[in-house]
């Protein structure tokens, strides 16, 4: 049988989620992001960004439509953090779609699974002991 490969971050440039209530969603990514160790990375009137995530209003997207019913999936670096994760998403308002616990996805998958303020569905999980290529990918854009 083949190796089975996975390559992470060539794919997704980013994610736009445009949402509702902006100081609700912001509350919930800061918490749940916030335990994945992943800081807000700026903010402004209508927006909030961080790493590769988006969230906005309609008044800074380009479309007057809510998003809504997505999967997004955060990884994370252990079970503790999947754990953290879903206690920080809870006490921040989200609701409880998964509890923290192995899945049958494949062996040693280890996630939990909350929603946010406007009904996505937002995961974490760990894959078990892998070894990576390297931490992140680095861009140095040019000037």
């Known amino acids: 049988m083949a190796q089975?490969?996975?390559h992470r971050g060539r794919l997704i440039?980013?994610?736009?989620?445009?949402?509702?209530?902006?100081?609700?969603?912001?509350?919930f990514?800061?918490?749940?992001?916030?335990?994945?160790?992943?800081?807000?990375?700026g903010a402004g009137k209508d927006f909030f960004w961080c790493d590769e995530l988006y969230v906005s209003t309609t008044a800074q997207s380009s479309t007057d439509s809510l998003t809504g019913r997505h999967h997004l999936a955060f990884q994370t670096r252990d079970r503790a953090m999947v754990d953290a994760f879903h206690h920080a998403g809870l006490s921040a308002g989200g609701g409880d779609n998964?509890?923290?616990g192995e899945r049958p996805y494949h062996p040693g998958y280890y996630a939990a699974f909350l929603i946010d303020p406007d009904g996505n569905n937002i995961e974490a999980v760990f894959h078990g002991?892998?070894?990576?290529?390297?931490?992140?990918?680095?861009?140095?854009?040019?000037?």
Request: proline residues 4%.
């Open 4 to 6: 089975q490969v996975l």
């Open 13 to 27: 440039d980013h994610l736009h989620l445009v949402v509702r209530d902006l100081d609700a969603s912001r509350r």
């Open 29 to 41: 990514y800061e918490a749940v992001l916030g335990a994945l160790g992943v800081p807000i990375g």
């Open 98 to 100: 998964g509890a923290p």
């Open 129 to 143: 002991k892998a070894e990576r290529s390297a931490a992140s990918v680095t861009l140095a854009f040019e000037r």
